[in-house]
């Protein structure tokens, strides 16, 4: 294979394009006013998740100087950085454009957001009112000139700093003085101040419709700004600025060692700790006067250029995911009616249905509560034993925990394996932990080491004297919420030979040292690569052999090299390789050479394309896994990870019709390339926006 320049993309710079084909919807007219507010918010929240995780691990690889290198394929640490920060101080300069235009028009609807300086004096009685009652009690406010140290910011909180010009007072002992003139000594001329922005109030205050019929918002940053004087009335002082500062720390967790802790108490600590992890970015609001800056700086020692990053007025602004709509529905996506699946009532029994055949559920598209009609129907079903479900991520109000602990309350053994360690939902998972130990559910922590992220459910059912066994295996996290925006396959199945490997991945959560071997599931950290490698093989050898080769994948994110390398090998012998990547993709498609027998593109539109598929022709036969695992090193060897294979006929068609409407995509999808500048794909073909026409494909499927 001719190795070149352009053989593999950074991850870290091809997560930063993705984040920018997410920042295009926040500035695509198609995409309702509001909406795009939204895409501003999932951007921001986005870049947040980045540097608390990613940029922190290039900063570690920069420590670890040459011993680090490897880890980035040769690429130099502090150059990676140094790039990272380029693009992103262009992205944030990018993203407060178009905020600026969306606010413009939003005033085309009557809809302005104002600043602290353009508040009327009848609005001004409200908002001192407002900061009064609800504000001014929240407040958490630092006078820095009065502290030994420096107080600890929190992770991702804003803060306003404020700066406090002191009208000139002669010290007591120029008082006393015979000679009071120019030369007298003066008391401090200016105090410093940090005000935390409260997360227990909204970040935007709606004010009374105007005798003008206008609606009018304001930050909670600009009441507070608005304020001021109430709030720092003791001081006599001739001016006052604020400007915003914020400081995102690394989100590693470090676990504790101790065997006489349980693993719940383990998380929680190093949760906590977290809390006090390094910096790994400042944020300022590029207007801040330069010795407010350099005092900050200074008092929090704040010396690595790299992680300083200018912004504008306003930080945290994935707040704009719970912007106001104020009865604009039209300025928001229309919601959808999830449907039903054919043959699958939810008004009758879903065991005595799946007995007979497999299903697919398509979220959001088709409805989610199938899965918690399963999880409640075995909860009550007297021939219901036992119940064993994976969780990675449940909604902070969840009706499988729910049905789960309804089971146990009924007499069935129900198993839970729950993953602690899923990041940024530690808490949340620790919670219904304690929660449902409590109420008789048996938990199961997995295997040191390795996450589980599967999304498997197993249930054994007394028929006749013999135990049956039926079950669900996903794509996605059994999340009720997410479930809503994100696009996921589930499948439904009694297929014995598959649900007997399943007990298999459930027996090796409890006894760790026995790797069993698996005639259909494909299960990580032990076959999954090994497993993908021989079906990649398989379409190699057909292609010598001049038969019908090809490779068709959905994932999150393509990143594990080898992989890469399998599939350049695989395009020169000929194998027609079709890619959907949402995110990070590190292959580079289209070389001659190398990859052009690849094609690739990633669609980013109302939802949040979750599914990970695979597809290989295998002689015209093919053969078709839905499965929780990218192609990612973690993935394929650092998690517990199942690819279940897909038997029935009709499923299939289905999977390879749902896969061609997302591939022909010629509204929202993107190219990706060599030059990664996330193009949409253009050509004479009629309109197909797919997740529109998925919608359609399945109400056609329901009539």
């Known amino acids: 294979m001719v190795k070149n320049s352009y053989q593999y993309i950074n991850r870290e710079i091809s997560w930063l394009q993705f984040n920018a084909r997410v920042l295009q919807e926040a500035k695509d007219k198609g995409v309702p006013l509001l909406e795009r507010l939204r895409f501003i918010g999932i951007f921001s929240n986005n870049l947040d998740e980045f540097f608390k995780v990613r940029y922190a691990t290039v900063q570690h690889i920069d420590l670890a100087g040459k011993s680090g290198k490897r880890a980035l394929r040769g690429m130099e640490a502090r150059k990676l950085l140094e790039q990272i920060t380029n693009i992103v101080i262009e992205q944030q300069s990018e993203s407060l ?8 028009e939003l005033q085309d609807h009557n809809i302005y957001v104002i600043k602290e300086h353009q508040v009327t004096s009848k609005q001004g009685e409200f908002l001192r009112s407002y900061f009064l009652n609800k504000v001014s009690p929240a407040l958490m406010t630092f006078m820095l000139d009065d502290l030994e140290d420096f107080p600890h910011l929190k992770d991702s909180a804003a803060y306003l700093a404020v700066k406090l010009t002191l009208k000139e007072t002669v ?4 008082q006393t003085s015979e000679d009071v003139n120019e030369n007298a000594i003066i008391e401090k001329d200016k105090l410093y101040a940090l005000i935390e922005i409260p997360r227990t109030i909204e970040r935007f205050v709606v004010l009374p419709v105007g005798d003008d019929g206008k609606e009018y918002i304001i930050f909670l940053d600009d009441l507070i700004r608005y304020c001021m004087d109430q709030l720092f009335s003791i001081f006599e002082y001739t001016s006052v600025s604020a400007h915003m500062i914020k400081i995102t720390r690394d989100a590693k967790l470090d676990i504790d060692s101790d065997f006489k802790k349980s693993f719940i108490e383990k998380i929680s600590k190093s949760v906590q700790l977290r809390r006090n992890g390094d910096p790994v970015r400042f944020v300022y609001d590029k207007t801040i006067d330069a010795d407010t800056l350099a005092f900050l700086m200074d008092k929090m020692n704040i010396e690595d250029t790299d992680s300083i990053i200018p912004g504008g007025r306003y930080h945290n602004r994935r707040d704009y995911m719970k912007f106001p709509v104020l009865g604009h529905k039209d300025l928001a996506y229309e919601s959808i009616t999830p449907l039903p699946i054919k043959g699958l009532d939810l008004n009758s029994s879903l065991f005595k249905a799946i007995a007979e055949k497999d299903y697919l559920l398509y979220a959001p598209y088709q409805s989610f509560s199938y899965l918690i009609k399963f999880l409640r129907e075995a909860a009550l079903d007297p021939k219901v034993t036992s119940i064993k479900i994976t969780i990675y991520r449940l909604s902070n109000v969840s009706h499988i925990a729910s049905s789960l602990i309804n089971a146990a309350k009924n007499g069935k053994e129900v198993v839970v394996q729950i993953e602690l360690q899923a990041r940024f939902d530690e808490e949340n998972n620790i919670k219904y932990a304690e929660n449902l130990q409590r109420e008789g559910v048996i938990l199961v922590f997995g295997v040191p080491g390795l996450k589980v992220h599967c999304k498997t459910c197993l249930v054994e059912r007394n028929e006749d004297g013999k135990s049956k066994r039926y079950g669900f295996i996903s794509t996605g996290n059994f999340n009720e919420s997410t479930a809503k925006i994100y696009t996921d ?8 030979a598959i649900l007997k490997d399943l007990n298999k991945v459930f ?15 494909i299960v990580s950290p032990h076959y ?3 497993k993908m490698c021989e079906l990649v093989d398989n379409e190699i050898k057909n292609a010598i052999a001049g038969k019908k080769a090809f490779i068709r994948l959905k994932l999150n994110s393509l990143s594990d090299y080898d992989m890469i390398d399998k599939l350049y090998q695989a395009s020169n012998a000929g194998v027609k390789i079709d890619l959907i990547i949402r995110g990070i993709c590190c292959l580079v498609p289209g070389v001659k050479g190398m990859s052009e027998n690849i094609r690739a593109i990633s669609v980013i539109d109302k939802f949040l394309e979750h599914p990970r598929l695979y597809i290989f022709a295998n002689e015209g036969n093919p053969k078709i896994y839905i499965s929780s695992a990218d192609w990612m090193t973690r993935n394929l060897d650092r998690r517990v990870e199942v690819a279940c294979p897909i038997y029935d006929e009709n499923i299939k068609q289905e999977i390879i019709e749902t896969f061609n409407i997302c591939w022909t995509d010629n509204v929202k999808a993107r190219v990706l390339n060599k030059t990664q500048d996330n193009t949409y794909v253009k050509n004479d073909l009629p309109k197909n926006r797919s997740q529109i026409s998925l919608y359609e494909y399945y109400q056609n499927r329901v009539n």
């Open 507 to 521: 027996n090796f959560f409890k006894i760790n040292y026995k790797v069993s071997r698996y005639r259909h599931l």
């Open 528 to 530: 999954t690569r090994k």
């Open 489 to 496: 396959y589930t499948l439904f199945t009694s297929n014995s």
């Open 171 to 174: 010290s007591k002992e120029a």
């Open 97 to 104: 454009l178009i905020i600026r235009k969306i606010q413009e």
